[in-house]
């Protein structure tokens, strides 16, 4: 059984930079890819990014501006925002894969992942 836990959300204002991080336990080996999702009100849970093997996926909308990053050694995978802006504000969520051997890029739809956190806010001011 593999448990996620998401902290660091939080009110920013428009142009601030903030980091998410996801504490991971359980089988989480390198072979499960961890990916962070958001969901804005109204709309669907979107791909932000994920990492694998030491590979990192992006999607485009946030590509340059967003970093996803795991730490084996603490058991955490966090994601740094910069230059946020008010359509970034969204609920946050961590999730994991199963091991899987299909390539990263694939991996970029919620229904691929079997494991959630809970979630953290975040909100961006103008």
């Known amino acids: 059984q593999v448990q996620l836990v998401e902290s660091g959300g939080g009110l920013v204002q428009a142009g601030d930079s903030l980091t998410l991080s996801c504490a991971t336990s359980?089988?989480?080996?390198?072979?499960?890819?961890v990916a962070w999702f958001r969901q804005a009100p109204g709309k669907e849970r979107a791909f932000l990014a994920n990492t694998r093997w030491g590979t990192t996926y992006y999607a485009a909308a946030v590509k340059g501006r967003f970093t996803i990053a795991r730490d084996t050694e603490k058991n955490t995978v966090s994601l740094q925002m910069s230059n946020l802006n008010p359509d970034d504000t969204a609920d946050y969520y961590c999730?994991?894969?199963?091991?899987?051997?299909?390539?990263?890029?694939?991996?970029?739809?919620?229904?691929?992942?079997?494991?959630w956190g809970q979630g953290t806010q975040v909100t961006v001011s103008s």
């Open positions: 359980g089988r989480v080996f390198n072979s499960v890819a």
């Open positions: 999730a994991a894969t199963r091991p899987l051997l299909r390539p990263a890029a694939q991996l970029t739809s919620a229904q691929d992942y079997d494991y």
